[in-house]
């Protein structure tokens, strides 16, 4: 079946620093990428939405220059969390999906970040 | 824009029992409707999914409803067993073609 690799699975930073968090399509190009947020006890929230090729959808409330999508291929998305901040700390999971599967949702394994 | 409500927040049940999670949602253009277990750490794991042209669904001990005029589904687990405990998340798909998630349940299953 469809799997995405998301790397690394845990990282520890210093406030202010930057951290790069990957997702990988490994056997289906993912035409959309969602980024989501997950806060401890609490549901996933979309950050946005990366079509390849084009910039990023973000939600409401959620600051573009801070957190960088790049979907530059078809089998990689970025999420680069930018200045990070102690409030930034959270599991980051993506989600890719292919065209041609309608409602095929793939789910990276997530991200805790942690920023000290 | 999609909302999700998701209830119970918690649910306990025994061994053997079933148990049943409810979900609404808002958008009657929204046609497809997973659910996610998650395990502490982990991303979610698609469990099951409807889409909007059927009504039920079965998968072995887990099924799941949708009734379209109401806006709601449901998941249904039964002869849950220890290893059935996460937390579940019911999703709707939004118009942008985004999942919408519900705030999830913690079920707890007991020996």
């Known amino acids: 079946g469809a799997v995405v690799s998301q790397h690394p699975s845990r990282v520890i930073c210093k406030s202010g620093t930057s951290v790069k968090i990957e997702c990988r399509s490994l056997?289906?190009?993912?035409?959309?990428m969602f980024w989501y947020r997950q806060f401890p006890k609490q549901s996933l929230m979309l950050m946005a939405t990366s079509n390849e090729g084009s910039k990023a959808t973000y939600e409401q409330g959620v600051e573009k220059d801070k957190f960088l999508i790049n979907h530059a291929s078809l089998t990689l998305s970025t999420l680069t969390v930018t200045s990070a901040h102690p409030e930034d700390s959270s599991f980051y999971i993506c989600s890719a999906r292919e065209n041609t599967a309608l409602y095929g949702y793939t789910f990276g394994s997530g991200t805790r970040l942690t920023v000290v | 824009g999609e909302n999700v409500e998701q209830h119970p927040s918690t649910l306990s049940v025994q061994e053997g029992d079933s148990a049943v999670i409810k979900c609404t949602y808002s958008?009657?253009?929204?046609?497809?409707f997973p659910w996610y277990k998650q395990e502490l750490g982990k991303g979610p794991q698609l469990i099951i999914d409807?889409?909007?042209?059927?009504g039920e669904k079965k998968d072995q001990r887990i099924a799941v409803t949708l009734n379209k005029t109401a806006k709601h589904f449901s998941l249904h687990i039964t002869e849950t067993q220890p290893e059935d405990s996460a937390v579940y998340f019911c999703a709707a798909a939004g118009s942008q073609g985004n999942l919408i998630f519900g705030k999830g349940t913690k079920l707890s299953v007991k020996p």
């Open positions: 056997d289906f190009q993912a035409t959309t």
């Open positions: 409807i889409r909007s042209n059927v």
């Open positions: 958008d009657s253009a929204s046609n497809y």
